[in-house]
T-cell receptor, first 117, second 115 residues
Framework: GAVVSQHPSRVICKSGTSVKIECRSL??????MFWYRQFPKQSLMLMAT?????????EQGVEKDKFLINHASLTLSTLTVTSAHPEDSSFYIC?????????????FGQGTRLTVV | AQSVSQHNHHVILSEAASLELGCNYS??????LFWYVQYPGQHLQLLLK??????LVKGIKGFEAEFIKSKFSFNLRKPSVQWSDTAEYFC?????????????FGGGTRLMVKP
């Protein structure tokens, strides 16, 4: 149980285009999902908290207009990197919290490696 | 804001050596503590976690960690490392009684085990 799936696992896009990354909880419902970013040889940094049916909460320094988050259902959150630039190349990882196990840890997806050329 | 410090950025060991990776956090209240491992080219895997109870927690693959509240520490240990333990290790913390909140990660420790 507690499987979180991200798609795609790898994506290469041209500078200026937009890329959508999906995060799905496969066997549980998640009212809250988190999006992290990991630059090469660095640690994971929280970008935003995605809440089902409401607006995401962004961390300081993260542009909400550039990183669009939509959490339209209890099993799916999407992160869209708009007008991507090479400096957006990174490893994006989501985690999801089981609404029926509020004291349990959040479960991580396998991550999406974005390369902008 | 809370922070997590991992003192060793790079560690090189020979097989069968003992491992201890340091992790300190800055938060005075109740915390939930985690160690994750990221093998080369792979995603994060949970090694072990501490929520409450016995401060010595055992995880997968022979790893264990000890929560010392007075030192704000949660060091990771393994008595005898293997070449397959080569990976990056992240300590992470979330405050409060809800372990599913967002995590604050340490900077990571890159472990290389020489055969």
């Amino acid at each position: 149980g507690a499987v979180v799936s991200q798609h795609p696992s790898r994506v290469i896009c041209k500078s200026g285009t937009s890329v959508k990354i999906e995060c799905r909880s496969l066997d549980f419902q998640a009212t809250t999902m988190f999006w992290y970013r990991q630059f090469p040889k660095q640690s994971l940094m929280l970008m935003a908290t995605s809440n089902e049916g409401s607006k995401a909460t962004y961390e300081q320094g993260v542009e909400k207009d550039k990183f669009l988050i939509n959490h339209a259902s209890l099993t799916l959150s999407t992160l869209t990197v708009t007008s991507a630039h090479p400096e957006d190349s990174s490893f994006y990882i989501c985690s999801a919290r089981d609404r029926n196990r509020p004291t349990s840890e959040a479960f991580f997806g396998q991550g999406t490696r974005l390369t902008v050329v | 804001a809370q922070s997590v410090s991992q003192h060793n950025h790079h560690v090189i060991l020979s097989e069968a050596a003992s491992l201890e990776l340091g992790c300190n956090y800055s938060y005075g209240g109740t915390v939930n503590l985690f160690w994750y491992v990221q093998y080369p080219g792979q995603h994060l895997q949970l090694l072990l976690k501490y929520f409450s109870g016995d401060p010595l927690v055992k995880g997968i693959k022979g790893f264990e960690a000890e929560f010392i509240k007075s030192k704000f520490s949660f060091n990771l240990r393994k008595p005898s490392v293997q070449w397959s333990d080569t990976a990056e290790y992240f300590c992470a913390v979330t405050p409060g009684r809800n372990a599913g909140n967002m995590l604050t990660f340490g900077g990571g420790t890159r472990l290389m085990v020489k055969p």
